[in-house]
DNA sequence: GTAGTTGCAAACGATTTGCATTTAT
DNA sequence: ATAAATGCAAATCGTTTGCAACTAC
């Protein structure tokens, strides 16, 4: 399965006539294989050991050109980061405003509302769609548990940093 | 209508304990007047003749504290950068992958999406959902044409970085 | 063989931060 | 009165770039 996956988008980027080189196939390999919607430097500490050669500047060479293939998405990480996952299935994702942990959701109708504001899109813009993005922000099941620990009362007052 | 949204976002950050400082001020009212999804830099050359003392940190401190407070939001700008839009009525964006331009689409089946998507991202993640995003992305009129006159055949091939 | 890719280090640029001063409440 | 916000300049850090060496096709 993930064999299955690693070959259609090796030949995606046949297709396109970019070349396929050791580099490139690691960190596609590894986006396959790891959905924990890595940032660039974890990206890097994880293939490090593996390809001692491998540079940071490869990796982002390498997302923005998958990204441009259409193979991965970015996800934007509140910390002005951006962070990066293989678009196997069509999903989209749960953000943690506190911790910033993605949560991928496989929704059965997310084809159906991908057309719905794709179609509408166009015609209220007249832009050509190509793709479309959707994040839903809130608080996952720890940071709500850790925040609820910290101020057991309703207080409202809030850090604005 | 544009006085009726600014005294509703004052009483918002009022009611949070937020101080309303005249920079706060005239950058909320720029983002209400103006929807052209500004980045940082713009909204700094924009505000600058009008308060000459008004600093780059202060605009950024501010609208980070806006998106916080829920009446500003943040679109991605695939350069990496943010732009910002005050979040009058619900919609989403139509942004061209070219130029970068941003569209506001106003869908009449948006609140019925967004319930769908949050619902069902709760359920699958356990998050507690406070919002969420929606991004189309294409081409816009402007650069389908500009493209269409560069290579008036069916080229494939695409420079890629 | 050759255009495309890599890896390094340097350059870049957007955003954040520390701190003294000013200000909203 | 005082806790918070501003503005400046410096620091930070993620990302890009120029270029010589290398390699996939």
Redesign the interface.
Known sequence: MADEALDKALNTLRD???RITPQRKLILNYLITHHNHPAVEVIYQELAPQMSSLSLATIY?TL??FV?MGIVI?I?NEN?G?RYDFFGSPH?H?I??NCGKV?D???P?FPK?EE???T???R??????????????????EC?AKLAAQKPDGA???A??
């Open positions: 396109k006539h970019v060479n923005n050109l441009e970015e934007p002005g951006i989209y749960a943690c405003e949560t959701i496989f929704d109708n509302i719905m504001i794709q509408e899109a166009a209220q813009s007249g832009y050509k769609i190509t793709s479309s993005h959707i994040e839903v922000y809130g608080l996952c099941d709500q409202a007052a809030e604005h940093v």
